[in-house]
């Protein structure tokens, strides 16, 4: 899956800070984007009743150097075709080449998030969310575990746990949450947060806590990750199994969200309890943000 930015997004994107005459040229290229990869830009010029320098401002203002660039990537978007490999696999399927532009990053950084969500919809299982929100909201203690980029979200589950009036703890030291995980006992619930699913510290962490009988539960990506080997409920996000370095900057969207059904699921577990809950964790911090004149 690509994400690449064609001639037609540039155009739309651009099209709102484009001269009138600008902006003539544009309604033609995105009427027929197909013919106008036949003309020259004497032709595309005459078609639209506008000078030639008009489309030398239009396609500068895409950011190409000149008509024959342009007309070159329009053609290579009606093809299809990709013009190079992805210059940084580093980042997983997010193609960042370093002849993007600034202005391209927004859209590429929406279609990847929106398509991580959807795969996410996709996969997760409405069965396993209900009995990890009864696992939550009954537990005695709740433990969180995660690494690296996987620290975004089980903070985030930390911080709306403590709102709710939950009981948790999470060890930012991977050697104290494999210590913390030993202690655990039958009434509490491990949380692990790992999109690779093969963390060794975040795996041999929930090994641990199912080890001292606590019930467990992971957050991760692939199907068959090791670390569901270790949990009594498995929430998958979907998508590719990534590298722990690999795509890390996106793993993190999926993840979150997950934790914001698990929020909302809680709340609506025990509506009375836990809104109760909220006002009394908003009512100790009432005071503390500035107030508006």
Request: charged share 25%.
């Amino acid at each position: 899956m690509r994400h690449d930015i064609q001639v037609l997004d540039r155009v739309k994107s651009a099209y709102a800070s484009l001269r009138p005459s600008e902006q003539r040229v544009a309604d033609c290229i995105l009427n027929d984007p197909e013919g106008c990869t036949k003309c020259t830009i004497s032709e595309l010029a005459d078609r639209v009743q506008v000078s030639q320098p008009t489309v030398v401002r239009f396609v500068q203002a895409l950011g190409f150097d000149g008509y024959r660039s342009f007309k070159y990537c329009l053609l290579r978007d009606r093809s299809g075709r990709s013009p190079q490999s992805p210059y940084f696999d580093h980042l997983g399927d997010f193609d960042l080449k370093p002849w993007d532009r600034l202005e391209d990053l927004p859209l590429k950084e929406t279609r990847i998030a929106g398509g991580l969500l959807e795969d996410a919809l996709k996969s997760l299982s409405t069965d396993a969310l209900s009995r990890a929100v009864r696992m939550l909201a009954t537990a005695r203690t709740i433990d969180i575990y995660g690494v690296e980029n996987s620290m975004t979200p089980a903070g985030d589950l930390l911080t709306k746990l403590t709102y709710l009036g939950l009981n948790c703890r999470m060890h930012t030291d991977a050697y104290l949450q494999q210590i913390s995980a030993a202690h655990l006992g039958v009434a509490d619930v491990a949380v692990a947060v790992s999109h690779s699913g093969c963390s060794i510290d975040t795996v041999k962490a929930l090994k641990q806590a199912r080890k001292a009988g606590a019930g467990t539960i992971a957050i991760t990506s692939p199907k068959e990750p090791l670390l569901a080997k270790y949990a009594d409920v498995c929430l998958s996000t979907g998508g590719q199994a990534l590298s722990i370095y690999g795509s890390a900057i996106f793993s993190r969207i999926p993840d979150l969200a997950v934790v914001d059904l698990l929020y909302m699921g809680i709340i609506q577990s025990d509506y009375e309890r836990f809104s109760r809950n909220l006002d009394k964790s908003g009512a100790v911090i009432a005071d503390r943000g500035y107030q508006q004149p």
